[in-house]
């Protein structure tokens, strides 16, 4: 019998997990930070504006994040590979990669526009659109956050990111007390790009870790990151109709009153989705280590991963929805009451969403990068076909019922479907049983 304790101190004592744990503590302490902070003026903000305006701001930001793909041209993770590696100059790897952000900031433009034009918008609808994606053009300016990324320098990414929560949440609370319109509330995106990029280029100044005058575009590396970005921007875009087109469909098929309805039980639900990134980023390069040692060690390390991180979802989800009417009243007002219904059912797509993490990190260590986008591809299908069906029928609780089902079998009944993952769906059933966390397996002997 191995404790649950003694298990979670071996990964924990591995080298690289100290020293990665110990470089990112700063990047824990912030996000768990925002999360607090993001909630609380996140509410606030709800509550002043109402199911109506809260259901607008929050329907224009989805639709933006549906083309974020392709102002980020999935190089963020390209390019931190190529900063570790070395082989290319700091001054065109970053001038290379801030160009083409740039570029692809711009290009969105043009896009939403044409995309909005197939939609049910009025004037002032798509004015907050192009309001909240123009902040994409500051947000070129992360490529230093990719060299801190690198580098393990969390901390400076850290003091920016606290700065603009700082800034951004008692100018919202302000706009708030001064009952400002909603147009100041979608402009504050582009503040908080603003603000980042201030200060990611203050800390690169004062610490002299970069040069951005230095900074050099150079085509034939625009093309060699280009060559190894494109499948990651398609990635990207399926990820992002995957998380926000219920929030779309909700709009074009019901009200954006009911888009604020909807939108409030996702921010419960989704605040906790930064846990198991955190935890899955700490404890899985000492897995992967064990597979080298152990095939057995190995998924059985792999087994106490899932079942942690189902269980902790569940631990969240239960008490949850059992005080979801309560909770809702409490957070947003009578006014929002709709959304509990919403909480009931959205906060378990949380249990298959922290598998999922999980299940993506083991996608990535074993190069299934294919197996992952076609992952995610089947739950955007399965999303947006539910939600075809019971949105008209059934409404938001109809769109919940979709994300659940749509997480459930993209990160548990996908494993069903594919021979070589297809002995992965006994360890995720087996994360359900606690036991299996404490307790010796087949996986592992003594």
């Known amino acids: 019998m191995v404790s649950l304790r003694h298990k979670i101190t071996r990964i924990r004592n591995h080298p690289e997990i100290r020293r990665y744990i110990a470089n990112t503590s700063w990047l824990m302490v912030e996000k768990i930070v925002r999360m607090f902070v993001g909630l609380f003026v996140g509410i606030w903000v709800a509550r002043y504006l109402g199911p109506g305006k809260f259901g607008l701001l929050s329907y224009a930001q989805s639709f933006v994040i549906l083309f974020t793909a392709i102002s980020t041209l999935g190089l963020d993770s390209i390019v931190v590979r190529e900063l570790v590696k070395g082989e290319l100059q700091n001054d065109f790897l970053l001038g290379t990669a801030f160009g083409l952000k740039f570029i692809g900031a711009i290009l969105i433009l043009p896009l939403l526009w044409l995309a909005v034009q197939f939609t049910s918008n009025d004037q002032y609808t798509n004015l907050l659109i192009f309001i909240i994606a123009?902040?994409?053009i500051f947000q070129s300016f992360n490529v230093i956050d990719l060299f801190y990324q690198s580098k393990v320098l969390s901390k400076y990414v850290s003091f920016a990111n606290g700065i603009t929560l700082f800034l951004s949440s008692t100018i919202k609370i302000a706009l708030i007390l001064c009952k400002a319109p909603l147009t100041l509330f979608a402009m504050?995106?582009?503040?908080?790009?603003?603000?980042?990029a201030i200060a990611l280029i203050f800390f690169c100044h004062i610490n002299k870790h970069l040069a951005l005058f230095d900074w050099k575009f150079e085509w034939r590396t625009a093309k060699e990151l280009l060559k190894d970005s494109w499948p990651l921007i398609l990635s990207g875009l399926v990820i992002s109709v995957y998380m926000k087109i219920d929030q779309i469909m909700i709009k074009e098929m019901l009200s954006t009153d009911a888009v604020g309805q909807y939108a409030a039980a996702v921010r419960i639900s989704e605040t906790w989705y930064f846990i198991p990134v955190i935890i899955a980023s700490s404890v899985f390069p000492a897995i992967v280590e064990a597979k080298k040692n152990s095939e057995q060690l190995y998924f059985s390390h792999l087994q106490n991963l899932y079942t942690l991180m189902v269980w902790m979802a569940i631990f969240v989800a239960l008490p949850v929805s059992m005080i979801?009417?309560?909770l809702i009243g409490f957070l947003f007002g009578n006014d929002y009451l709709e959304a509990a219904s919403v909480l009931i059912v959205h906060i378990w797509a949380g249990v298959f969403v922290f598998l999922g993490v999980a299940f993506g990190k083991f996608l990535a260590a074993e190069n299934f990068t294919k197996k992952a986008f076609y992952r995610t591809l089947s739950g955007a299908v399965i999303n947006i076909t539910i939600n075809l069906f019971l949105i008209?029928?059934?409404?938001?609780?109809?769109?919940?019922?979709?994300t659940l089902i749509s997480q459930i079998s993209a990160n548990y009944l996908y494993d069903w479907f594919d021979g070589q993952l297809r002995h992965l769906i006994v360890l995720k059933h087996r994360a359900f049983f606690p036991i299996y966390l404490v307790k010796e397996n087949q996986f592992e002997s003594s």
Do not use: N, R, T
Request: aromatic share 12%; glycine share 8%.
């Open 188 to 196: 504050m995106a582009l503040f908080d790009s603003i603000v980042l």
């Open 134 to 136: 123009s902040a994409a």
């Open 392 to 402: 008209p029928s059934y409404g938001i609780l109809g769109a919940a019922v979709a």
């Open 324 to 326: 979801s009417p309560w």
